[in-house]
């Protein structure tokens, strides 16, 4: 089995970066499993269900970190996110 983590993905040049090279990757490297940082992905601060939305197509796992809880409501959303840890 392949992996591949991802770092800090930040804001939505970050989510963009994420979507367009990550199925690339996946081909060209054979990888099987991608996890990725996604703590600042909402504007560069916190997560939203909206932006792990947007990129849970290539990603299968997302992990958070300090700025987690930066975007107002997601406290709330998160039980209903299945890839987040």
């Known amino acids: 089995m ?3 983590f991802i770092g800090d993905i930040v804001g939505s040049g970050g989510r ?3 979507r367009t ?5 996946r081909r060209e490297l054979g990888v099987s499993f991608v996890i990725a940082n996604a703590e600042n992905c909402a504007a560069g601060n916190g997560m939203t269900k909206r932006c792990i939305a947007e ?3 290539v990603v299968d796992v997302f992990t958070g970190g ?3 809880w930066d975007q107002k ?3 709330g959303d ?3 996110i299945a890839n987040v840890v």
């Open 2 to 4: 392949k992996l591949l």
């Open 16 to 18: 963009t970066a994420v």
């Open 21 to 25: 090279l990550v199925p690339e990757l």
């Open 55 to 57: 990129m849970s197509d």
């Open 66 to 68: 300090d700025h987690i």
């Open 73 to 75: 409501g997601f406290d």
């Open 78 to 80: 998160i039980d209903s």
